[in-house]
C-alpha cells in the first residue's frame, strides 16, 4: 500500500512515497538552510514562504522518482503538529489540497511520534516494548514505546532541546546553522576533558533534561576568558561541550532502560546523527547487554519518508483526519 507523505514543520520542505510503512520509493527533502544560515537560526516568516515556493515541486519529484502520479498513493499523510504554525499550514493545505481533488483518506501525523518511529522503518522486527530518546532542534523527549503508534512520553526538556544549545552556542561563535554538525565535526578535534561544564539533572531521579545551564556555562566560560585576555581552543571547548551534553543523554537513558526493564534503546531526531551519541550510548548499552539501534542519518533528521511510514500504521487502525485538519504548534500529548 503505498502512502503519500508531506513534511513542513520546521525549515525542509519534504515529500516522500512510501510502501507499507517501510518501503521508500522517494525521499525528496529541499532543504531551507542557506536561506537561514546568515540568521544563525530558523526565521520563521522566510520559512513559510520558501515553503510554499517549494512544495509542489517537492511533491512532483517525490511522485516522480517514486514512477506514480497523484492517483495512486491509498493515502495523504501530512504532519500537522508541533511546529511553525505558518510552516507546517503550508504542507497541510498542499495535502487537503490532494485529498479533496483525488479523494484519498488525510491522515495528520504527529512529528514527533513519526521521528520515533524512523527507527522502525530501519529495523522492521524491532522489539517491543522499548525506550526512544528523540533529540532534536526543538525536543529532548523520553519515550517508552509499545507499538509504532503507541507511545508514553516518560520525560523531556524543562528548557532548551539539547540541539538548539548546540545551534545557539554555535550561533554564539559565529560557526554557522545547524550548529550540531559543525560542533560533533570540531569536537573531534579536541579534549573532551579541558573544561568541567556541568550535567544538568544527572541524578535528578526522573526522566527529565535540562540544556539551558549549560549552554549557559560555555557562553559565560568565553566571555570570562575573552575579558581576561586568556586563550581558549575552540575544539576543547566544544569537545568540552560535548561530553556534557551527550553524558547526561546517555546515563539517563541508561538507567532509564534499566527501570523500565527494557532490552532495546532507540534514537531518532537530527542530534541522533551526533557521533558521540552514537558511538558512547552503543559502547555504554552493550556492557549493559542492552541493544541500541538508531536510523540511518537520511531518516534522523526531518524528512517526509517517516511521516508516509507512520501514517500508514494510523491508516491500518483506521484514523482519518477530516479537511478541518489544522496546524498546532505545540505537542499535546
Ligand atoms: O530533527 P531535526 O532535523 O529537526 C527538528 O525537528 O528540530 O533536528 C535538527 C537538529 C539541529 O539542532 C541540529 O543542530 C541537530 O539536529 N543536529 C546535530 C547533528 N546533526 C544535526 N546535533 C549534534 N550532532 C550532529 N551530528
Ligand atoms: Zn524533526
Same mark, same amino acid.
Given at each position: 500500500?503505498?502512502?503519500?507523505?508531506?513534511?513542513?514543520?520546521?525549515?525542509? /520542505? !519534504?515529500?516522500?512515497?512510501?510502501?507499507?510503512?517501510?518501503?521508500?520509493?522517494?525521499?525528496?527533502?529541499?532543504?531551507?538552510?542557506?536561506?537561514?544560515?546568515?540568521?544563525?537560526?530558523?526565521?520563521?516568516?522566510?520559512?513559510?514562504?520558501?515553503?510554499?515556493?517549494?512544495?509542489?515541486?517537492?511533491?512532483?519529484?517525490?511522485?516522480?522518482?517514486?514512477?506514480?502520479?497523484?492517483?495512486?498513493?491509498?493515502?495523504?499523510?501530512? /504532519?500537522?503538529?508541533?511546529?511553525?504554525?505558518?510552516?507546517?499550514?503550508?504542507?497541510?493545505s498542499?495535502?487537503?489540497?490532494?485529498?479533496?481533488?483525488?479523494h484519498?483518506?488525510?491522515?495528520?501525523?504527529?512529528?514527533?511520534?513519526?521521528?520515533?518511529? !524512523?527507527?522502525?522503518m530501519?529495523?522492521?522486527?524491532?522489539?517491543?516494548?522499548?525506550?526512544?530518546?528523540t533529540?532534536?532542534?526543538?525536543? /529532548?523527549?523520553?519515550?517508552?514505546?509499545?507499538?509504532?503508534?503507541?507511545?508514553?512520553?516518560?520525560?523531556g526538556?524543562?528548557? &532548551?532541546?539539547?540541539?538548539?544549545?548546540?545551534?545557539?552556542?554555535?550561533?554564539?561563535?559565529?560557526?554557522?546553522?545547524?550548529?550540531g554538525?559543525?560542533?560533533?565535526?570540531?569536537?573531534?578535534?579536541?579534549?573532551?576533558?579541558?573544561?568541567?561544564?556541568?550535567?544538568?539533572?544527572?541524578?535528578?531521579? &526522573?526522566?527529565?533534561?535540562?540544556?539551558?545551564?549549560?549552554?549557559?556555562? %560555555?557562553?559565560?566560560?568565553?566571555?570570562?576568558?575573552?575579558?581576561q585576555?586568556?586563550?581558549?581552543?575552540?575544539?576543547?571547548?566544544?569537545?568540552?561541550?560535548?561530553?556534557?551534553?551527550?553524558?547526561?543523554?546517555?546515563?539517563?537513558?541508561?538507567?532509564?532502560?534499566?527501570?523500565?526493564? %527494557?532490552?532495546?534503546?532507540?534514537?531518532?531526531?537530527?542530534?541522533?546523527?551526533?557521533?558521540?551519541?552514537?558511538?558512547?550510548?552503543?559502547?555504554?548499552?552493550?556492557?549493559?547487554?542492552?541493544?541500541?539501534?538508531?536510523?540511518?542519518?537520511?531518516?534522523? /533528521?526531518?524528512?517526509? !519518508?517517516?511521516?508516509?511510514?507512520?501514517?500508514?500504521?494510523?491508516?491500518?487502525?483506521?484514523?482519518?483526519?477530516g479537511?478541518?485538519?489544522? !496546524?498546532?504548534?505545540?505537542?499535546?500529548?
Amino acid at each position: 500500500m503505498l502512502i503519500l507523505g508531506i513534511e513542513s514543520s520546521c525549515d525542509d /520542505t !519534504a515529500a516522500a512515497v512510501v510502501e507499507d510503512g517501510v518501503r521508500i520509493l522517494s525521499n525528496v527533502i529541499s532543504s531551507q538552510n542557506a536561506f537561514h544560515q546568515k540568521y544563525g537560526g530558523i526565521v520563521p516568516e522566510i520559512a513559510s514562504r520558501k515553503h510554499v515556493e517549494l512544495i509542489l515541486y517537492v511533491i512532483e519529484e517525490a511522485l516522480n522518482k517514486a514512477g506514480i502520479t497523484l492517483a495512486d498513493p491509498e493515502a495523504i499523510a501530512v /504532519t500537522y503538529k508541533p511546529g511553525l504554525v505558518g510552516s507546517l499550514l503550508v504542507g497541510i493545505s498542499a495535502a487537503k489540497a490532494i485529498a479533496y481533488c483525488y479523494h484519498k483518506p488525510l491522515i495528520g501525523v504527529n512529528h514527533i511520534e513519526a521521528h520515533a518511529y !524512523a527507527n522502525f522503518m530501519e529495523h522492521p522486527d524491532l522489539e517491543v516494548p522499548h525506550l526512544n530518546l528523540t533529540v532534536s532542534g526543538g525536543h /529532548t523527549l523520553l519515550f517508552y514505546v509499545k507499538s509504532p503508534t503507541e507511545q508514553e512520553l516518560l520525560g523531556g526538556t524543562l528548557d &532548551d532541546a539539547v540541539g538548539e544549545a548546540y545551534d545557539k552556542i554555535a550561533k554564539f561563535l559565529n560557526l554557522g546553522f545547524p550548529g550540531g554538525p559543525i560542533i560533533d565535526r570540531l569536537a573531534k578535534k579536541g579534549d573532551p576533558k579541558a573544561i568541567n561544564f556541568p550535567r544538568p539533572l544527572l541524578n535528578s531521579g &526522573d526522566y527529565n533534561f535540562s540544556f539551558s545551564g549549560l549552554k549557559t556555562a %560555555v557562553t559565560y566560560y568565553v566571555k570570562e576568558a575573552r575579558e581576561q585576555g586568556k586563550e581558549i581552543r575552540e575544539e576543547d571547548l566544544l569537545a568540552s561541550f560535548q561530553q556534557a551534553a551527550i553524558e547526561v543523554l546517555v546515563v539517563k537513558l541508561l538507567k532509564a532502560g534499566e527501570e523500565k526493564q %527494557v532490552f532495546t534503546l532507540t534514537l531518532s531526531g537530527g542530534v541522533a546523527a551526533n557521533s558521540l551519541l552514537r558511538k558512547t550510548l552503543s559502547e555504554k548499552g552493550a556492557e549493559q547487554g542492552l541493544k541500541v539501534v538508531y536510523p540511518r542519518l537520511e531518516l534522523c /533528521t526531518d524528512n517526509a !519518508a517517516i511521516i508516509a511510514g507512520l501514517g500508514y500504521h494510523l491508516f491500518k487502525k483506521g484514523e482519518r483526519s477530516g479537511l478541518e485538519l489544522s !496546524a498546532i504548534a505545540n505537542l499535546e500529548f
